[in-house]
């Protein structure tokens, strides 16, 4: 079983940044992938980014390209999401999934098996 904690979350003003740690523990991830989602109120859950934990490749939404990076620190078991010029749009729950297995269609929920509680993200105009 994998456990995964995210933190980082809070309420900042429109082009502000923050940074989302997510932390694994438990059965470590030693391949796979780690993603990031979102949720914001009366809507789905949508895909924000993700990396592979091996080779590092990552994929992003188009919503977000250019202005959030995702990057992992392997010796702290811990994959990062920089969230820079944050917009009223990017306000949700921030949502941290594993899997170990990397699919084709890292972009749907239903591919990891591991999330974390959650964190909050605010963004006022």
């Known amino acids: 079983q994998v456990q995964l904690v995210e933190s980082g979350g809070g309420l900042v003003q429109a082009g502000d940044s923050l940074r989302l740690s997510c932390t694994t523990s438990g059965r470590t991830l030693s391949s796979g992938i780690v993603g990031w989602f979102r949720q914001a109120p009366g809507k789905e859950r949508e895909f924000v980014a993700a990396?592979?934990?091996?080779?590092?490749?990552?994929y992003y939404a188009d919503s977000v390209k250019d202005r959030f990076t995702i990057f992992r620190d392997n010796a702290k078991n811990t994959v990062y999401l920089q969230m820079n010029n944050l917009k009223p749009e990017d306000t949700a729950v921030y949502y941290c999934?594993?899997?170990?297995?990397?699919?084709?269609?890292?972009?749907?929920?239903?591919?990891?098996?591991?999330w974390g509680q959650g964190t909050q993200v605010t963004v006022s105009s």
């Open positions: 990396i592979t934990w091996i080779a590092g490749n990552t």
């Open positions: 999934a594993a899997d170990r297995v990397i699919s084709t269609m890292n972009w749907l929920p239903t591919k990891y098996h591991y």
